[in-house]
């Protein structure tokens, strides 16, 4: 079946450091998946973070960076530089085209210290 | 900007009793809505997705009979977990898509249900 699988939490980052979450995809039954990095602040819903849908092309937003790679069928997300407000649960999903079926990740907790 | 909103937020019902949550999609045209479930330690799972004017389709493992999902309008959803067992207990999430955001969620903060 379609799975995701990302760095299992709590990631403890200092602040001003770089980061990297994880996420590797399996999608067995969608021939062109497209894939999400959602975050979730503490009492909040989902957000979307960024997306990208077309394989080689990298998504970006609040200094966050990934990019889908169908060779290692991995959409790993980046920053440069964090910041104690980028404390959160990141999600990684998948979903097929114009579909709105996604199977997430277990979510990583990010905590950035001061 | 596309906003949804989930009332409860929380909720504590007594087992075998029935709880209905909303969902109320703001500054778009919720045509489809997903809910989801979050159970403790374990990742988002798909209970059923609802089109306007469309049969709501259930994945495996949770039933109609269960979850009735009603979707009357553009701008509102609700579902009911009947007779609510512990293991219902979790996050229930909603997201909503309209048309020109081709497959992205707008997700609600969920309803966090408790069961004694």
């Known amino acids: 079946g379609d799975s995701v699988t990302q760095t299992e939490g709590p990631v403890t980052v200092s602040e001003s450091e770089s980061l990297i979450i994880n996420c590797t995809y399996s999608a067995t039954s969608i021939a062109y998946p497209n894939l999400f990095w959602y975050v979730r602040y503490p009492g909040e819903g989902l957000q979307l973070l960024l997306k990208v849908i077309t394989a080689g092309q990298k998504g970006s937003s609040r200094g966050f960076e990934a990019t889908y790679n169908k060779e290692t069928t991995s959409f790993h997300l980046q920053k440069a530089s964090v910041q104690e407000s980028d404390s959160a649960v990141y999600y990684c999903?998948?979903?097929?085209?114009?579909?709105?079926?996604?199977?997430f990740g277990a979510g990583t907790r990010l905590k950035v210290i001061a | 900007g596309a906003l949804v909103y989930q009332y409860p937020r929380r909720t504590i019902c007594k087992s075998g009793t029935s709880m209905r949550m909303e969902c109320q999609a703001v500054g778009f045209q919720a045509t489809s809505v997903a809910w989801y479930r979050q159970s403790p330690q374990k990742t988002f799972e798909l209970i059923a997705l609802s089109t306007v004017n469309s049969a709501i389709k259930y994945e495996q493992n949770f039933t109609q009979e269960k979850f009735p999902i009603s979707h009357p309008n553009l701008s509102f959803s609700s579902m009911t977990v009947l007779n609510a067992y512990l293991e219902d207990r979790g996050l229930y999430l909603c997201?909503?898509?309209?048309?020109?955001?081709?497959?992205?969620?707008?997700f609600g903060a969920g309803t966090r249900l408790s069961v004694l």
């Open positions: 997201g909503a898509r309209d048309l020109g955001s081709q497959n992205t969620l707008y």
């Open positions: 999903a998948l979903a097929n085209t114009g579909n709105y079926k996604y199977v």
